[in-house]
């Protein structure tokens, strides 16, 4: 039977089990949106910038496990996607980007609207297509959600001109995926997690550092088991917070530049550091060649690049985490490290990170923490990136997996509204709370409007400083208070809201911070609060440039707000 190029792709989607396109249309690809009506198990959202798109379908995958798709158009359209198409490549999400393409006469030859996306993204995904025959739809989507999903996952595009749309050929669903040149290895080498075990049972000062890899692989068992047989504490990562319960007896924080000053001063003392899905990154590290100095360390990863690539490693496991873990946990015995677990709690008596001074002005910290007591622990935050970010990392606690949604490698602002409608589309039934900044929430605040039509139930908790709140933060501790270009002219974003048809709220006081937030919780759809907080309060702890994890600059707390709240696993 004969179908169009765009009716192939919709019958493609459709069997990838696809049920959600962010999407913006225009030119070239005008005869796929003429084809969706026939397709109405496709559900669209209309974004109102392609970036929101990317961003949406970014958050929809992390929260879901499935690949997100994003849509958009040739030229600009296409371009506007590059942010978000590199915010999933840094964070190992799996997208996949449909773009349309001037028709094949014209390519090539600067025709409106033509720019060559194939060539612009190829550092940022993992594979991408130009696909310039209708009969190759089929095959080029069963490969992109391979590829996309298999493996580190990440990123896939696939650039399909407007004639080829249009193309009339024989429909031959997809067959087996056959990529013999893309075998991601599954399972650990033995004698590699024979020596890992080895190294675990003789170890004094283990830690585990977790990290997003243990989130994709779903690890979550299997790293709770090792960790309570071997008695070893669990510290993660920024975007492997909730793979281990927070409040659990052996979690100790994250690390880096605004981790936990003491999860910082166990990793530098560590004898052994048993690293499973992670990637050593700068701002996990500190200076490198002053990373952990007394440790051995194991690294298991699915993606053989990333081993060696930054620290020196004595155990390398390529594999995933998941398949690895469940086969070290046969081979661990229990054991217990009196000694090494009073260290810990001394360091982390010396080294309070989570306790909220008590003071007259409105801080983001206790905003935070209030979310955190409104919402029992069990929202989905999504945040932008800057001092929110931070915050929201350190002072809302997270049990469970995919409760934290942000933008990590890319660092990108803009992510908090867009990935809050993926969060919300994909987990339809879960509290999702954006919190973003002031600076980057208006980078995207368009996408209220999506918000809005499409009836999502989205809460807003906008950080509102007044500045840049992180770039002003390092002018103050690094550039002598030299504030240049950080302070903001900011709009009423109350105003703004209920103009796009959110109701609104402005705090100001620290007494109306509760009320407010359970008049959110209380509507019945999308609410935004605009917390008017203390213009120059500072993330700490945070590791200078060019600093170890050990030389980290903390804020003395010495009053604090329930102070029993701000220890994890206490």
Not at 86 to 110: E, H, M, W, Y
């Amino acid at each position: 039977m004969k179908k169009t190029g765009a009716q192939i792709l919709c019958e493609s989607l459709v069997a990838e089990g696809v049920e959600v396109i962010f999407g913006f249309p225009g030119g070239s690809v005008l005869p796929l949106y003429d084809t969706l009506p026939q397709y109405p198990q496709l559900r669209h959202i209309l974004v109102r910038h392609e970036q929101g798109a990317a961003h949406a379908a970014d958050a929809y995958a992390r929260v879901t496990g499935k690949a997100g798709v994003c849509l958009a158009t040739s030229g600009p359209g296409a371009t506007n996607l590059v942010t978000g198409i590199a915010n999933a490549c840094l964070d190992s999400s799996p997208v996949v980007a449909i773009t349309g393409q001037v028709a094949r006469p014209f390519i090539g030859k600067d025709a409106f609207q033509e720019i060559d996306i194939t060539g612009i993204t190829l550092p940022i995904t993992k594979h991408n297509h130009l696909v310039l025959d209708a009969k190759e739809i089929a095959r080029v989507v069963k490969e992109s959600f391979y590829i996309a999903q298999a493996g580190r996952p990440g990123p896939v595009l696939m650039d399909i001109p407007r004639d080829v749309f249009q193309q009339e050929v024989e429909y031959v669903p997809a067959g087996k995926v056959d990529l013999p040149g893309y075998r991601p290895t599954l399972f650990g080498h033995p004698s590699q997690i024979k020596r890992a075990a080895q190294l675990i049972s003789s170890a004094e000062r283990p830690v585990i550092v977790a990290g997003r890899g243990v989130v994709i692989s779903r690890a979550f068992a299997e790293l709770k088991e090792l960790a309570e047989k071997a008695q070893i504490p669990v510290i993660t990562t920024l975007l492997g917070i909730g793979c281990f319960p927070e409040t659990h007896v052996l979690s100790f924080g994250w690390l880096g530049m605004h981790g936990m000053a003491y999860a910082n001063k166990a990793v530098h003392e560590s004898d052994l550091i048993v690293a499973i899905g992670m990637r050593f990154d700068d701002r996990a590290t500190g200076v490198v060649s002053a990373f952990a100095p007394k440790a051995r360390i194991v690294h298991m990863d699915i993606d053989p690049a990333e081993i060696g690539k930054n620290v020196r490693v004595d155990v390398p496991i390529v594999g995933d985490v998941k398949n690895i873990l469940q086969a070290l946990n046969t081979q661990i015995v229990p054991r217990e490290h009196v000694d090494w677990f009073n260290q810990l709690d001394q360091w982390r008596h010396e080294h309070p990170a989570l306790d909220i001074r008590e003071c007259d002005e409105l801080l983001p910290q206790y905003v935070i923490r209030q979310i955190y007591h409104a919402t029992g622990g069990d929202a989905t935050i999504v945040t932008g990136v800057g001092q929110n970010q931070m915050w929201a990392a350190q002072f809302y606690f997270y049990d469970k997996p995919h409760r934290l949604v942000s933008s990590g490698g890319l660092g990108t602002m803009g992510f908090e509204l867009p990935g809050a409608i993926g969060a919300k589309v994909g987990r339809p039934d879960a509290i999702v709370w954006c919190i973003a900044g002031d600076g980057g929430f208006q980078m995207t605040v368009q996408e209220l409007a999506t918000m809005v039509q499409e009836n999502l139930a989205i809460k807003i908790a906008i950080i509102n400083n007044g500045y840049l709140g992180m770039v002003r933060q390092w002018q103050e501790l690094f550039y002598k208070r030299c504030y240049v270009h950080t302070q903001l002219y900011n709009p009423d974003f109350v105003k703004i809201a209920e103009a796009y048809g959110v109701p609104g709220l402005r705090v100001k006081h620290k007494a109306d911070v509760i009320p407010a937030i359970e008049r959110a919780m209380e509507y019945n759809g999308p609410f935004l609060i605009d917390f008017v907080v203390e213009p120059e309060e500072n993330v700490f702890p945070i590791v200078p440039p060019g600093a170890t994890l050990v030389q980290s600059i903390e804020m003395p707390r010495p009053e604090a707000i329930n102070p029993t709240k701000g220890k994890r696993g206490g």
